[in-house]
């Protein structure tokens, strides 16, 4: 029996990867449905490659854009809706890859449906941790990281729920980004395209330049908190500049066991499809005569500022995730558009954490509400900066 799939955010570089994946293994898994914002031509090729029967299309205008152009490419069967959450309940496994906060619907439907949702969209869980846990009881609901380091850890506990009397502690390794070994007064001037240039990994803009800013290793501390339930004085970060090593895991006895592969996200994909079982298909074996040195150092935590800023939030816990998460998306966003430095990003984000009294969100309404005031801070913050 093939693992049906639906497939959130689908013209990204995890759903890409996604689409490679399940392609690749047709008697295994198939993709029944796909979302997208509003790159329909892109989606349109994805619904032609996967076969996929429905189509949600997040922006208004291009829906009618996606109908047309399925209409012209003789898939006028396919139904071209606005949200795939409904559809979440019809397949086995949902991939949300959607990127940043706009994740949250499809990460609630999918656990709330019972259905196994393998995550990749990081700022779901992040933002909404009081809310999402309990949905992960859920009878049938499963929760598989597609973040690399989280599908590491999970790949070295063997489970989703560790022992929490055998673990020590969890390492999370960080490729340092663009920028590592830099002053911040090297990186007064960082334009667009540094930030832009990863050096292990090709992914989207937004999580590109959290790399850039260490903001991602940050919200990958609480995803770990959230996703395993240790502690955050027992979640270290380490700086791994190969991305070999994908994460670790220490126990009681100073045994450590680490998650090691190519850097290669189509291996954590399939992992989380084909849990509890291995995917088939390698994506790149690690050449061990050639891979040269691993190497670890700690991160400069005064000059990429946005990683302490992050757990922080997470220590502060409530609503403080969400509010940071929202604040760094309208920073991030202000310096892809050229109206604010890199630098400054963690300047806006820290403002914001400042000046927020932390509330618990109860439901999926208080988180978008925290949501919404993380932006409007954020959005003053940034005006002000540029004034
Ligand atoms: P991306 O920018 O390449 O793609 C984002 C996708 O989301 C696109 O398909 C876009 O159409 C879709 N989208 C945007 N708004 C939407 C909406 N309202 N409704 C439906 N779809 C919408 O991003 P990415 O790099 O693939 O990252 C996706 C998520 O995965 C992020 O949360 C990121 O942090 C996480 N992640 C990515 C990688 C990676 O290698 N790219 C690694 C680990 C985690
Ligand atoms: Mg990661």
């Known amino acids: ?175 340092g980004g663009p920028f590592r070994g830099r002053t911040l007064d090297e990186l007064a001037q960082v334009r667009r395209e540094d930030a832009l240039a990863h050096p292990t990994w090709a992914m989207g803009p937004k999580i590109t330049v959290d790399s850039s800013t260490l903001m991602n290793k940050g919200l990958e501390v609480i995803e770990a908190h959230e996703l395993f339930a240790v502690p955050y004085d027992r979640i270290d970060v380490v700086v791994h500049p190969q991305s070999v090593v994908h994460s670790m895991v220490e126990f009681t006895d100073a045994s450590t066991i680490a998650q090691l592969s190519m850097p290669d996200m189509r291996l954590p994909i399939a992992y989380a499809l084909a849990w509890p079982q291995r995917g088939g298909t390698p994506f790149g074996r690690i050449d061990w005569a050639t891979v040269g040195s691993l190497t670890f150092e700690g991160p400069d935590r005064a000059t990429f500022r946005c990683l302490d800023l992050a757990i922080a939030a997470g220590r502060m816990g409530g609503d403080a995730p969400a509010v940071l998460s929202a604040a760094n998306e309208v920073a991030v966003e202000a310096f892809l558009d050229g109206r604010l430095g890199w630098a400054a990003i963690s300047d806006v984000v820290s403002r914001v954490l400042d000046a927020h009294d932390v509330a618990v969100p109860g439901t999926v309404g208080d988180v978008i509400d925290a949501d919404r005031r993380g932006r409007i801070a954020a959005a003053a913050v940034v005006a002000q900066m540029a004034a």
């Open 1 to 175: 029996m093939t693992v049906s799939v639906a497939l959130a955010g689908c013209t990204g570089s995890i759903g890409r990867q996604t689409v490679e994946v399940v392609t690749a293994d047709p008697d295994r898994f198939r993709i029944d449905a796909v979302s997208v914002g509003s790159s329909v031509a892109d989606a349109v090729q994805v619904v032609a490659t996967t076969g996929a029967r429905v189509l949600a299309v997040a922006d208004e205008a291009a829906r009618s854009t996606a109908r047309d152009m399925l209409n012209d490419a003789g898939m006028g069967h396919v139904e071209v809706v606005d949200d795939l959450a409904p559809v979440c309940s019809e397949v086995d496994v949902v991939v949300n890859a959607v990127v940043g906060f706009a994740g949250l619907d499809i990460t609630v439907a999918t656990l709330a449906a019972g259905r196994r949702l393998a995550l990749a969209n990081k700022e779901s869980l992040i933002a909404a941790g009081p809310v999402v846990q309990p949905l992960r009881s859920t009878p049938g609901a499963e929760l598989i990281p597609v973040d690399s380091e989280h599908s590491a850890l999970h790949q070295c506990l063997r489970s989703g729920t560790p022992d929490a009397g055998e673990v020590e502690r969890l390492i999370l390794t960080a490729s």
